[in-house]
């Protein structure tokens, strides 16, 4: 019995006519989550952690093309992309704001903390103060949220 290729591809379409309404429940309350300080800690976090696996992915997307590229400029890419993109989910952070306090207290953990202090090297290689400022006063912020604890 074989299978043919558009139904193989068409198990993975979200347009699916025969998708449960049970589908569309979670994907409307996924698509919600999106917006919240958690899950943008959470991907700020998870970006920044997985940076050496992007980085092996496109050196090998780039692999062969030495003469183009050479290894240190895709790290280098690599690493610029990923912490690009981190910061556009800690960038939105507000101290102000008691979701953010909640989501930083909650989420406080050593990836975070690792995530914080990485970001903050990165950027001052880069000579990017304001960045670096920022991360400084959630590192701050995390810092004294965890003495008050003890």
Partial sequence: MSMGINKIFGMFNDKDPESSSMDNHYKNLLDGMENTPSYKLGMFKKIITYNDNFGVKLTNLFQGDEMVFNKKEIQEVGEMLTFNRAWDYIRLCDLEDKNWVDALETGDDEYLAISIKLSIS???????YEKCAFLKKIETFLENSLASKK
Avoid at 122 to 128: A, G, I, K, L, S
């Fill in 122 to 128: 990165f950027y001052e290689d880069y000579e990017d």
